[in-house]
């Protein structure tokens, strides 16, 4: 890359059909849009961004997106993860070792823009943690036990020390006050990171939990998690789509 120019920041969203619990996900209307759309448009309009690509291995996908304009990476079918499968794309673009990916999912319809520029600073400190990704205070004690909404605790500097669907910490006096933060599932690491990241063998806590940045925990990688105000509910099961819709009309985008 030449030194006069801006170093690229690509969201990257990994999307798959199969998905076990809602087969077909990425396409599910969302007041009349499909949900990979939606995503799509909310990360183009973040300020740090400079390109937006869809990677999936699905002719369907690829057709939908295609269809209302969007750009895609066709990746192989074997990925483990969303991370594995931005990886696998960021290979296929010849992408820079000090290029930025934001790893987006695909499920977070209502995805604040705001959010992508935040989660993108950490990686233009120097030193530059490894990866970073945010997290966000819950406010709704009825969320804390749900295995959906990932928790994520953290030392003083903001370093990730655990990721889990149970609630962590967990108070041993009733008496005791503190918050619980929800992880949102939103990542930025370099090229040079993902390419290391895709070689390191299945964590143990990541098989039993079923969370990928468990990897990078247990291989001693950092995860510098930077805490928002700003939420993003995402689409775990159908009967979810129509909270979102709610959101959107209340926000006069339905």
């Given at each position: 890359?030449?030194?006069?120019?801006?170093?690229?920041?690509?969201?990257?969203?990994?999307?798959?059909?199969?998905?076990?619990?809602?087969?077909?996900?990425?396409?599910?209307?969302?007041?009349?849009?499909?949900?990979?759309?939606?995503?799509?448009?909310?990360?183009?309009?973040?300020g740090r961004i400079t390109d937006v690509?869809?990677?999936?291995?699905?002719?369907?996908i690829r057709e939908a997106v295609e269809?209302?304009?969007?750009?895609?990476?066709?990746?192989?079918?074997?990925?483990?993860?969303?991370?594995?499968?931005?990886?696998?794309?960021?290979?296929?673009?010849?992408?820079?070792?000090?290029?930025?990916?934001?790893?987006?999912?695909?499920?977070?319809?209502?995805?604040?823009?705001?959010?992508?520029?935040?989660?993108?600073?950490?990686?233009?400190?120097?030193?530059?943690?490894?990866?970073?990704?945010?997290?966000?205070?819950?406010?709704?004690?009825?969320?804390?036990?749900?295995?959906?909404?990932?928790?994520?605790?953290?030392?003083?500097?903001?370093?990730?020390?655990?990721?889990?669907?149970?609630?962590?910490?967990?108070?041993?006096?009733?008496?005791?006050?503190?918050?619980?933060?929800?992880?949102?599932?939103?990542?930025?690491?370099?090229?040079?990171?993902?390419?290391?990241?895709?070689?390191?063998?299945?964590?143990?806590?990541?098989?039993?939990?079923?969370?990928?940045?468990?990897?990078?925990?247990?291989?001693?990688?950092?995860?510098?998690?930077?805490?928002?105000?700003?939420?993003?509910?995402?689409?775990?099961?159908?009967?979810?789509?129509?909270?979102?819709?709610?959101?959107?009309?209340?926000?006069?985008?339905?």
């Amino acid at each position: 890359m030449k030194p006069e120019q801006k170093r690229r920041v690509i969201v990257m969203i990994p999307a798959r059909y199969g998905a076990s619990r809602f087969p077909g996900k990425p396409l599910a209307p969302i007041a009349g849009k499909p949900m990979i759309r939606r995503v799509y448009e909310c990360a183009a309009r973040a300020g740090r961004i400079t390109d937006v690509r869809i990677a999936t291995d699905d002719e369907r996908i690829r057709e939908a997106v295609e269809g209302f304009g969007g750009a895609v990476v066709m990746t192989g079918a074997d990925n483990r993860t969303g991370s594995d499968r931005v990886a696998d794309a960021a290979a296929r673009m010849g992408l820079a070792p000090d290029d930025i990916l934001v790893n987006v999912q695909g499920d977070q319809p209502v995805l604040d823009p705001h959010c992508l520029d935040q989660v993108v600073e950490p990686l233009l400190e120097n030193p530059a943690p490894e990866m970073s990704t945010l997290a966000v205070r819950i406010d709704r004690p009825e969320r804390i036990g749900d295995p959906n909404d990932v928790k994520v605790v953290f030392d003083a500097s903001g370093t990730a020390l655990y990721f889990s669907r149970s609630p962590i910490p967990f108070g041993r006096d009733p008496e005791t006050v503190f918050d619980t933060y929800k992880h949102l599932g939103i990542y930025a690491y370099t090229r040079e990171f993902l390419e290391r990241f895709r070689t390191l063998p299945t964590g143990r806590l990541e098989a039993v939990e079923k969370l990928e940045q468990l990897r990078a925990l247990e291989h001693g990688c950092r995860i510098r998690v930077v805490v928002t105000d700003r939420d993003s509910p995402s689409v775990d099961v159908p009967a979810d789509i129509a909270r979102i819709e709610a959101f959107l009309k209340q926000q006069g985008q339905g």
